[in-house]
């Protein structure tokens, strides 16, 4: 049996990951011929990672919400896969930022999510009361 990780994600839509290979293809030119070109392919099934905004029953599944957080708990994803898909991924800004990261221990996790939670994903809600500078809220005028 292969191991698992439990996955948080700092997104409020989730994430889908997917694996890729590089294959030689063969792409038509202007004159006729063809050349060969590298490109990804997709490979494997994709894994469905859950954001903070997703929807769950709870008679059905685990609790998705790390308590009191802005992280969604995937779990059973498998780790080789995950380990795969971050050396892919690397330098994407939501590895790079934290926004997602799993381990094989639950209590590692929520660890972590402790210790991230004021990390900022660019995605949350503005608060009216603190409207970014250039921002100004919506005034009724009244008649």
Not at 119 to 137: F, M, T, V, Y
Request: glycine fraction near 6%; include cysteine.
């Amino acid at each position: 049996m292969s191991t698992t990780v439990t996955v948080a994600c700092k997104l409020p839509h989730g994430l889908v990951l997917r694996l890729h290979e590089m294959v030689e293809q063969n792409e038509p030119t202007a004159g006729g011929s063809f050349r060969k070109v590298k490109r990804a392919q997709v490979i494997g099934e994709p894994v469905v990672l859950k954001g903070y905004l997703r929807r769950f029953d709870r008679r059905k599944e685990p609790a998705p919400m790390a308590q009191d957080s802005d992280y969604a708990l995937t779990y059973g994803v498998d780790a080789d896969f995950f380990k795969k898909w971050l050396e892919q991924n690397k330098d994407l800004d939501a590895v790079r930022n934290n926004l997602v990261w799993a381990h094989t221990e639950t209590d590692m996790v929520e660890g972590f999510i402790k210790e991230h939670e004021a990390q900022k994903s660019g995605l949350e809600p503005i608060d009216p009361n603190n409207l970014p500078r250039g921002i100004q809220a919506y005034k009724k005028e009244e008649a």
